[in-house]
């Protein structure tokens, strides 16, 4: 398993169901990772071993895992599929998979077991409507999304959680400064199993506000979806 705690930040960028061929190859030859960080693309699963070299700690990641391991489930992809193909970060969670897939914290916990069996660290994504931002619930919803989907043998070292506003995600608004390192210094308390886990933020981030979200003291790097097809401003970003 990759170690994690090598790493200063880490960023992911989610592709969703976005890209091809020609797509993918000009963004490798483009990409200029940052050495001291770790970079995950995570591409549609069918382009996941078009990334060739990860010696500048890049690495591909898929979006999205079966939550069986085998059998009848036509179209699915298992943890150990992945494993063999030398995956390492999977994605799991996000909310246009709770939404559109009715995916909830009971299937992400297992999905999450899955993952870890098979040496692959899997990115628990979580965060609040703007109803319950509204209602003062972000911090009830987040550690319940957080206690049921971690499995028990989650740790620092095979588990990141990246907390994704629903409200901020492909919409251009962001919660404050001051909001996001409140909500990360919440996760990180919720019980002292969270206290060292990477956790990072998601939701609108472009170059423009990605330096001052990761220099947060608690940001421990960033979830980018949008910003991330264009090469040039996900390489500022990573910078
Ligand atoms: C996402 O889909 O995880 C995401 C954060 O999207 P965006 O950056 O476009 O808000």
New binding site residues.
């Given amino acids: 398993m990759i170690k994690l705690s090598d790493f200063s930040s880490i960023f992911i960028a989610?592709w969703?169901l976005n890209g091809n061929i020609e797509f993918i190859n000009e963004y490798y030859q483009k990409l200029l990772p940052n050495p001291n960080n770790c970079t995950i693309v995570c591409s549609p699963s069918i382009f996941l071993n078009r990334l060739k070299n990860n010696s500048n700690n890049i690495f591909s990641g898929a979006q999205d895992v079966s939550f069986y391991n085998e059998g009848a489930f036509t179209g699915e992809l298992s943890a150990k599929m992945l494993s063999n193909e030398n995956i390492s970060f999977c994605l799991v969670g996000?909310s246009?998979r709770r939404q559109h897939f009715k995916e909830n914290n009971e299937t992400i916990n297992k999905k999450s077991i899955n993952l870890i069996e098979n040496n692959i660290i899997p990115i628990i994504?979580v965060g609040e409507t703007l109803q319950e931002k509204e209602k003062q619930m972000t911090k009830e919803i987040l550690k319940k999304q957080i206690n049921e989907c971690s499995p028990i043998n989650s740790n620092f070292e095979n588990t990141i959680i990246a907390y994704?506003p629903i409200w901020?995600?492909?919409?251009g608004l962001t919660p404050t400064l001051e909001e996001i390192e409140e909500v990360h210094t919440f996760i990180k308390k919720i019980d002292t199993k969270y206290n060292k886990f990477k956790v990072l933020y998601?939701?609108?981030?472009k170059a423009s506000n990605s330096g001052e979200i990761n220099s947060l003291k608690n940001v421990d790097g960033c979830?980018?979806?949008?910003?991330?097809l264009k090469v040039d401003e996900f390489n500022k970003i990573i910078s």
């Fill in positions: 989610n969703k996000h246009e994504c994704e901020a995600i492909g919409s998601g939701g609108s981030v979830l980018v979806g949008g910003a991330s």
